[in-house]
C-alpha cells in the first residue's frame, strides 16, 4: 500500500542530512561540553558554531538563544519565567484561544498561581484583531503571548503590529513560531518580539529539541534549576545532537524555503480545487488568501465526523489529522475551530492536511483520488446526510 503522509504539522520525518550531522554526537564525540579537557572542548566548539549559525539565520546575536527541549519547553519558559520574574508589576497575562497547548496550560497553571488571564478573541477566519489587544493591555500586564502561526488552520497573525502594541505599553512580547520558524522568513531584527519559541522535528529535525529567542534585557526566571548550563537559563547536561540537529534542520529549512512556499501553495490549490470539483458542502476552516500558510489546509466535510475520515484514509495509507493530534481520540470539537465560532458540527467534521517538505504530486494525486469516494460512502452511511 501507497503510504502518503500528510501530517506535518504534528511532527516531520527526519531529514537524512540532519540524521548525518548528529551521528558524529552519539558515536566518537561523547564529551561534557561542560569539560574542560580536549574531549569536552570538542564539543562545546560544535555548540558554539550551531548557536552562532542559528543566530545568523534568526537575526539574533548569539547570546539571545538558549535551547530547549522542544516547543513546548520554550512556551513555559517564556510565560512562566516572564510572569514569575515581573509579578511586582502585575499578574496579569495576555494570550489568546488559539494558542497550542503548551501556551494555553502555561496559562492555566498561572490562574491557578493566581495570575490573570485574558484570552483575546479571534475572527471567523483566526485572526486577533490588534485593536483588541490594545484594549486588553492594563498597568499590572507583564507578558503577551500570540502565536505565530497557527497548527490547525495555517493562519498567519501580523507579529510585529501585534509586538509593537505591546512594546508601546512596556509589556513583554512572545510568540509561538513552532509552526513558522524555517518555513517563513523571520528576521527577529525586525520582527519585534522579546521572545520566539521554535521547535527541531516540525521542521524536519530531531524530536525533543527547541530553542527560545530571549531578547537581551528581558526579565525571565529559569525554570529548570541546576548547574549554569545555557547561561543559567537552563540547567541540564546538554543533548547535544539534538542541538546540532536544531541547528542543521533550521539550515536546510532556509535554504529551501522559497522552493517549499511555492510547492505548498501549488499543492493547496490542487487539492482544494480537486476536491471542490468532486465534492458540495466542504468548507475551508481559516483564510484562503495569503494570510494562511498553504502547507495547511484544514477542511470540514459537512455531515460526517472526522474520526471516520480519519479511519478511511488510514486504511488506504493516508496519514491526516483531525482537530490538533494532542486532542485526537476525543469527539470534543478542537478548541482553535470553537474559538472562530465554527458551529460545533461543522467543526467535528474538519480534517487538517499539512504538507512537508518530503511530500510529493504523487501523495496529492493519490489523495484527490482516495478522498472523495471516502466522503461521498460516509455520507450515504450517515443519518444527518
Ligand atoms: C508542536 C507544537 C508545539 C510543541 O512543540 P514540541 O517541540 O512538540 O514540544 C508548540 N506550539 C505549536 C504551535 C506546535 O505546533
Redesign the pocket.
Known amino acids: 500500500m501507497r503510504k502518503t503522509y500528510l501530517d506535518n ?3 516531520t520525518p527526519l531529514h537524512p542530512k540532519v540524521l548525518e550531522a548528529m551521528l558524529p554526537f552519539y558515536k566518537e564525540l561523547y564529551g561534557n561540553p561542560s569539560s574542560i579537557h580536549h574531549f569536552g572542548r570538542e564539543v562545546s566548539g560544535a555548540i558554539a558554531d550551531a548557536r552562532h549559525k542559528a543566530a545568523d539565520l534568526l537575526g539574533c546575536d548569539v547570546s539571545e538563544l538558549y535551547f530547549t ?5 520554550a ?1 513555559n519558559l517564556a510565560v512562566i519565567g516572564t510572569a514569575f520574574a515581573n509579578s511586582e508589576k502585575g499578574k496579569h497575562v495576555i494570550t489568546s484561544p488559539i494558542e ?1 497547548h ?2 494555553l496550560e502555561a496559562c492555566h497553571f498561572l490562574e491557578k498561581q493566581g495570575y490573570e488571564v485574558t484570552y483575546l478573541p479571534v475572527d471567523s477566519k483566526g485572526f486577533v484583531d490588534p485593536d483588541e489587544l490594545k484594549k486588553a493591555i492594563r498597568k499590572d500586564t507583564t507578558v503577551v503571548s500570540i ?1 505565530h ?3 490547525e488552520t495555517g493562519v498567519v497573525q501580523d507579529i510585529p503590529a501585534l509586538a509593537k502594541i505591546a512594546k508601546e505599553s512596556g509589556v513583554y512580547f512572545h510568540t ?1 513560531a ?2 513558522s520558524a524555517g518555513k517563513v522568513p523571520i528576521n527577529l531584527k525586525e520582527f519585534g518580539v522579546d521572545m520566539l ?1 521554535a ?4 521542521i524536519n529535525g530531531p ?2 529539541t ?1 530553542l527560545i529567542y530571549i531578547k537581551k534585557g528581558t526579565r525571565i526566571q529559569r525554570l529548570a534549576h541546576g548547574g549554569s548550563h545555557e547561561s543559567g537559563m537552563r540547567a541540564g547536561t546538554e543533548n547535544v545532537a539534538g542541538m546540532i540537529g536544531m541547528v542543521k534542520a533550521l539550515e536546510i529549512s532556509c535554504e529551501m524555503m522559497d522552493s517549499e512556499l511555492e510547492k505548498y501553495g501549488r499543492y493547496s490549490s490542487k487539492l482544494w480545487d480537486g476536491l471542490n470539483e468532486k465534492l458540495s458542502d466542504i468548507v475551508l476552516n481559516g483564510p484562503a488568501d495569503e494570510r494562511r500558510l498553504k502547507n495547511t489546509l484544514n477542511i470540514s466535510f459537512k455531515g460526517i465526523e472526522s474520526e471516520a475520515i480519519l479511519l478511511n484514509l488510514d486504511m488506504l495509507g493516508i496519514g491526516v489529522a483531525s482537530g490538533s493530534a494532542c486532542s485526537s481520540g476525543s469527539t470534543e470539537p478542537s478548541h482553535v475551530m470553537l474559538a472562530m465560532g465554527v458551529k460545533p458540527e461543522i467543526a467535528r467534521g474538519s480534517v487538517r492536511i499539512s504538507f512537508g517538505k518530503f511530500t510529493t504530486d504523487e501523495d496529492i494525486e493519490y489523495t484527490l483520488e482516495q478522498l472523495p469516494p471516502v466522503i461521498e460512502r460516509l455520507r450515504k452511511m450517515s443519518p444527518v446526510a
Open positions: 504539522n504534528a511532527t527541549s522542544g516547543g513546548t519547553e512556551d497550542h503548551a501556551v502565536m502561526i497557527n497548527n509561538d513552532v509552526q519559541s521547535s527541531a522535528h516540525k524530536k525533543g527547541g
